[in-house]
């Protein structure tokens, strides 16, 4: 729980999002709403994509971090993506 509660509505207002992960190193974020249309989710799918390389390039890890990726609904089916990058 965030303590500095101004900050965090502030944060989530502008946009930010957690990126989590878990034990087996998947990766978890949410990309956008039903709502969203391809334009911003692509967009959104970018800006985690370009925050995930800055941190491998800040933290010296070797090696490709996303070996396969998936889009999916809270609950729905899952369905891979082609990620051309190597990060």
Not at 25 to 54: P, Q, R, W, Y
Not at 67 to 76: A, D, E, I, L, P
């Amino acid at each position: 729980m965030d303590e500095d509660v101004v900050k965090a509505v502030n944060n989530c207002k502008s946009g930010q999002v957690e990126i989590r992960n878990d034990k087996d190193g998947n990766i978890g974020v949410s990309i956008g709403k039903k709502s969203f249309d391809d334009k911003n989710l692509i967009k959104n799918l970018n800006a985690i994509l370009e925050t995930l390389e800055k941190e491998k390039i800040s933290s010296n890890v070797k090696g490709n971090l996303i070996k396969s990726s998936f889009v999916s609904s809270t609950m729905g089916k899952s369905f891979p993506l082609k990620i051309t990058r190597s990060i």
